[in-house]
């Protein structure tokens, strides 16, 4: 089936620092959504993305949806203690009525203060 | 505002017991609702999807059964548990191509 390829995998980082994290794919998405999941909870939604191009922000996170359509980025800025968690990429696939999501692998960030 | 609600937030079962994890959503009409599982430290699993009353597609043959038997409630069901059935069951709720997701439930299956 279908991938995201998420890269890092694994990031540290000083409090303070910028982040850039990407995710890719063999195929087309007409739209790309950015999660960030915290320990024992659910993916909170960060950022939807609906046109080829689009940069849009969220407080100190900026996504951006590539130009090709196969691929997206996520930054943080000047990032804080609680950014920590796994960050998460998806793209919906039209099927039988409905949209399936394909996730990518995640970003684990971990913030040293 | 919409919600969705799962419950019990934690379980911890024997193996061979029966589960039912039940999720709603509040604030909205006829959502597609799914049920995902996330192993630890993994990635999200989808395991069943749903575009209606009484409509279930199943993506992984398991142990596990879906049913929604109202509008805005999703239930995951097994009959007999195994080891492996242990993970952190995640519900969402999708309407045009944005989807939402509960708090989850962390399952312990011993």
């Known amino acids: 089936g279908q991938q995201l390829n998420q890269s890092p995998q694994s990031m540290f980082i000083q409090e303070g620092e910028d982040v850039s994290m990407n995710c890719t794919s063999s195929?087309?998405?007409?739209?790309w959504l950015w999660y960030k999941q915290d320990p024992g909870e659910g993916p909170v939604l960060l950022i939807a993305?609906?046109?080829?191009?689009e940069l849009t922000s969220n407080g100190r996170l900026t996504a951006q949806f590539g130009i090709t359509r196969k691929d997206s980025f996520l930054n943080i800025s000047a990032s804080i203690p609680s950014d920590v968690g796994i960050y998460f990429c998806?793209?919906?696939?039209?099927?039988?009525?409905?949209?399936?999501?394909?996730f990518g692998t995640g970003t684990r960030l971990k913030v040293l203060a | 505002s919409q919600t969705i609600h799962q419950w019990p937030a934690t379980l911890v079962q024997p193996v061979g017991s029966p589960l039912s994890l039940e999720c709603t959503v509040e604030?909205?009409?006829?959502?597609?609702l799914y049920w995902y599982r996330q192993a630890a430290g993994r990635g999200l699993q989808l395991l069943f999807y749903?575009?209606?009353?009484?409509?279930i597609s199943s993506e992984v043959p398991q142990n596990l059964s879906a049913s929604r038997p109202q509008d805005r409630q999703f239930i995951l069901s097994s009959k007999k548990l195994l080891l492996s059935d242990s993970g952190f069951y995640l519900c969402?709720?999708?309407?045009?191509?944005?989807?939402?997701f509960g708090p989850g439930t962390r399952l312990t299956v011993t």
């Open positions: 969402a709720w999708s309407v045009g191509m944005v989807q939402y």
């Open positions: 998806a793209g919906p696939e039209r099927t039988s009525g409905t949209y399936k999501y394909i």
């Open positions: 749903s575009v209606g009353i009484g409509q």
């Open positions: 993305l609906y046109k080829a191009g």
């Open positions: 604030g909205t009409s006829n959502p597609n």
């Open positions: 195929s087309i998405f007409n739209t």
